[in-house]
């Protein structure tokens, strides 16, 4: 049975989502316009795509979605929000009103439920921060959603409840009021507000609806309806839409079977070169991989590729059902590889999630020193901060017995020492406390470039 459709924001794709392209193209002819997605994180989120993408029907088949109905600027956000949670919101109140309304109807059309219930709440924020009502998009609302849709219910409750009729009946407002809209509000006053109220405020709107025009406001048959909790769902993220380009390919390791056992991963050009130096070094100018659109990494791990893929688009991990000692070994080799390919951002948030893991269990990644030092730098951040915890946190026992001299490189026995040394010189020889911890300044291990600097609760 098929997981239901995320409608609150804690709900992520998983690695495994983020495999196979599909091709959406949106429009028809010289203004059309194709998007590739990954197949897994569509039909993760959209109902639609679900449904559209099974291998009976032509479009599972050939992994391409033609949506020539829907506007191209709607499906752009789309992408853009599939990967980092956001849309771009016009500053002008009337133009973000009618963008956001655009995306719930698209969302509504296309069963995306947790995005319809984004824009109800950015929808919301707007009118918090503007003090402003969305009655100019009211038309686009209402010959776009169904009767009784959430969309509706909550434009007519907002009004009903926040308006004056002085400032809603006007000749200037008349054009912007569907006749539905008008017959919900008058519906809306009469069981929210008390007789005497109910009468000073429904008599000018039922003058205001005789005086319109009865024209017939076309609505649009809806496929799937559910009913949609209101959360906001931020992700930190600086993707823009433009940076969901072309898409190329990344080969990953080589297995017992040598070159032609490679995992293929497929990414945004734009996502990985804003994210990654070594991406953007080597798919633009006159290498190999910039003309082929082909990057072979036969040296690294295609599960911890995989990681870094699902973060790049996500900013998530899939850690939390990992026990303490493969948590530990899967963030040493998401910093190296971060470390290795230039992407500063994955080596400060994953060593901001050891750190935590660390208070979490208060257990510290002694088994990991030996590849922390056989993969990285003297100086590497990495080595630095899991020093200073285990010198700070553990005990001289964590040095007794063969096997926990094992666990020991040379060169880490020596920075502790050093450690050791720097605090019995300076009367610093106490234990840390996870509060310790928690309060070290955390970029001191960072990659920053110069004076840049994390919000101190990063």
């Not at 091709?23 to 203004?31: A, Q």
């Not at 316009?33 to 479009?59: M, N, Q």
């Not at 809306?188 to 319109?212: H, N, Y």
């Not at 017992?256 to 953007?280: I, P």
Request: hydrophobic share 40%; proline share 4%.
């Amino acid at each position: 049975m098929a997981s239901p459709l995320p409608s609150t924001p804690d709900k992520f794709p998983t690695t495994q989502m983020f495999d196979e392209i599909i091709v959406v193209i949106v429009g028809e002819g010289s203004d059309s316009k194709s998007f590739s997605v990954h197949k897994g994180v569509a039909c993760f989120h959209s109902g639609f795509f679900r449904a559209a993408t099974k291998s009976c029907y032509k479009e599972g088949k050939e992994g391409v979605i033609e949506l020539p109905d829907e506007e191209v600027d709607v499906v752009e956000q789309f992408v853009k929000w599939l990967y980092t949670r956001q849309v771009d919101k016009p500053v002008e109140h009337h133009a973000a009103f009618l963008a956001m309304s655009k995306l719930w109807t698209f969302s509504d059309r296309r069963d995306v439920p947790l995005l319809a219930n984004t824009m109800v709440d950015a929808m919301r924020d707007v009118i918090f921060r503007t003090r402003k009502l969305p009655t100019q998009a009211l038309h686009y609302i209402y010959e776009n959603t169904t009767p009784n849709s959430e969309l509706r219910r909550f434009v007519i409750d907002l009004i009903a409840r926040t308006a004056s009729t002085d400032r809603i009946m006007t000749d200037e407002n008349r054009d912007r009021w569907p006749q539905e809209a008008l017959w919900d509000l008058v519906q809306q006053v009469w069981c929210t507000t008390g007789l005497k109220k109910m009468l000073q405020r429904i008599i000018p709107i039922l003058q205001f609806l005789a005086d319109s025009n009865n024209a017939q406001y076309r609505t649009i048959n809806l496929v799937i309806r559910r009913n949609m909790a209101s959360q906001n769902a931020p992700l930190p993220s600086t993707l823009d839409h433009d940076k969901f380009d072309h898409v190329i390919e990344v080969k990953v390791g080589q297995g017992m079977f040598g070159a032609d056992c490679m995992q293929s991963f497929f990414v945004h050009h734009g996502v990985a070169c804003m994210l990654s130096g070594y991406f953007r070094a080597a798919t633009n100018g006159n290498f190999m991989e910039a003309a082929s659109g082909i990057v072979k990494l036969p040296t690294e791990d295609a599960n911890i590729f995989g990681q870094f893929v699902a973060w790049m688009y996500t900013r998530r991990f899939d850690l939390d059902s990992m026990d303490t000692n493969t948590a530990f070994s899967t963030m040493c080799k998401l910093w190296a590889f971060a470390d290795r390919r230039q992407v500063p951002l994955l080596a400060n948030v994953t060593i901001n999630a050891l750190r935590d893991r660390i208070a979490k269990d208060w257990t510290v990644p002694t088994p990991q020193l030996n590849y922390i030092y056989e993969n990285t730098t003297a100086d590497a951040g990495l080595r630095r901060f899991c020093i200073r915890v285990i010198a700070n946190a553990c005990k001289s026992e964590s040095l007794t017995g063969a096997d926990k001299r094992e666990m020991w490189p040379e060169d880490a026995l020596f920075d502790a020492l050093k450690i050791l040394w720097e605090q019995r010189d300076h009367d610093k020889t106490k234990r840390w406390i996870k509060e310790d911890l928690l309060r070290l300044d955390m970029c001191k291990y960072h990659i920053h470039s110069a004076g840049v600097r994390c919000n101190k609760h990063e």
